[in-house]
């Protein structure tokens, strides 16, 4: 929430843990978006460089080490619109 304060309209506020759970990865960005109505999730796809098994079902980077071979990640990229 501090950090969104200082992206400027049309910026990207990149939100990553290096969790799997939900509550502290989706769960922490349904809330943001909720509380911060100029910010909206935008898909991973969209980037071109993301291999698409890497992304969940919303486009967020989503690293699985029982389906991956790598630790556990996530990444959520929201773009201040307004």
Known sequence: SSASKVVKPGGFLVYSTCSV?????MGVV???LKRHEGFELVSGATLGDIPP???DDVGCLQML??????DGAFAARLH???
């Open 21 to 25: 759970e939900r509550e502290e990865n």
């Open 30 to 32: 349904e809330e943001f």
């Open 65 to 70: 080490p029982f389906k991956h071979g790598t």
């Open 80 to 82: 201040r619109v307004g």
């Open 53 to 55: 098994q890497c992304l």
